[in-house]
Nanobody
C-alpha cells in the first residue's frame, strides 16, 4: 500500500487549498483514510477522516465548517478541501490509512497501518 499526499502550498489567511491523498495497493474494501497535521513544536493532531466502506466522515471541532473530506474512488484519491485558512492551520499535513470497517470518529484512536509523506501548508497574514 502506498499513500501520496500533495497539494500543499503557501497561501494568505482566508484562502483555500485542496490537499490530495492518492492511494494504491489496497486489496480490501474496508478501510479508512484520515488526515493528520503537525505544526512546528506541537504534537501531531488528527483533523479529519473518511470511511472508504460507507463514505462517512469525521472532523475535529476546530475545523468543522472549514474542512471538507471527500473521496473519488475512480481516481483512488481522498481530498481535503481547506477553506478560510487561518494562521494556525500552518502545519505539515499527512494522510494515513487504517484497515478494517471502522467508524471515522474512532480513526485517530487506532494504530495506523500506513502513512503517506507530508505536504506543507503555510498560511501567512
Amino acid at each position: 500500500v502506498q499513500l501520496q499526499a500533495s497539494g500543499g502550498g503557501s497561501v494568505q489567511a482566508g484562502g483555500s487549498l485542496r490537499l490530495s491523498c492518492t492511494h494504491s495497493g489496497f486489496t480490501v474494501h474496508d478501510y479508512a483514510i484520515g488526515w493528520f497535521r503537525q505544526a512546528p513544536g506541537k504534537e501531531r493532531e488528527g483533523v479529519s477522516s473518511i470511511s472508504m466502506s460507507d463514505g462517512s466522515t469525521y472532523y475535529i471541532d476546530s475545523v468543522k465548517g472549514r474542512f471538507a473530506i471527500s473521496s473519488d474512488n475512480a481516481k483512488n484519491t481522498v481530498y481535503l478541501q481547506i477553506d478560510s485558512l487561518k494562521l494556525e492551520d500552518t502545519a505539515t499535513y499527512y494522510c494515513a490509512a487504517v484497515i478494517g470497517w471502522i467508524t471515522p470518529e474512532t480513526f485517530f484512536g487506532r494504530d495506523i497501518d500506513y502513512w503517506g509523506q507530508g505536504t506543507q501548508v503555510t498560511v501567512s497574514s
